[in-house]
């Protein structure tokens, strides 16, 4: 009898772990297929970098978003992460990321982490990014996220990043994933020469803006329209 009871306790246990595991395994698979059909999307759209595009394939954007709007995570639109804030449209992430033209020995310095999705981006494009958010909660919440998912060339501070990260200077790239009104001069000066950064800039409505550090000076580039939530800090001042 006590056997019999013994061999019940466990058929129960095994049915309810193998209940389990196909739902976790189905839910996976469906994230996968989500992202694969979302980067072949963005390579229709204009994403010709396969770098870039591999680099999408790798990243779970569902990790990165609230439980609240799971089922839009392969949705090619912004979504709010709370505290004000959005995680970027996917396509427009895979823009800015291919217009800095990163390899593995780049470094590269990132205003404004989120939720961290940007950054694990180029994080697997370059070789080191350094980010900084002005939000504590969000900035922990991502620097924490980051080093769950192994992203040990990512280095996130909470900050004002309109002075950007001069010890850290240069950088071969810039990116900036909110909108001041005008172009950070401190940001300018710690690109290294050769180096690209790419910066909303506007108030309602912003232009993406890409500049060029050459030996010759700085050339300035107006992109795509864009919307971004405002740069905080001492970029209203």
Known sequence: MRLRLHLLVLALLLFGCNNQRPAQ??????????????????AVEGIRDARVLDALRRVERHRFVPDQVL???????????????????????AYMTEILQLNESHRVLEIGTGSGYQAAVLAEVAGEVYSIEILPELGENAAALLTELGYDNIHVRIGDG?????????????IVTAAPDHIPQPLVDQLAVGGRMIIPVGDDYQRLTLILRTSEGVEVIDDLPVRFVPMTGEAQE
């Open 71 to 93: 089922d839009r995570a392969y949705d090619n639109r912004p979504l709010p992460i709370g505290s004000g804030q959005t995680i970027s449209q996917p396509y427009v992430v």
């Open 25 to 42: 395994a189905q839910e996976d698979m469906d994230f996968t297929l989500q992202r694969e059909n979302l980067v072949d999307l963005l």
């Open 162 to 174: 309109y002075q950007g990260w001069p010890e850290m200077a240069p950088f071969d790239a810039v």
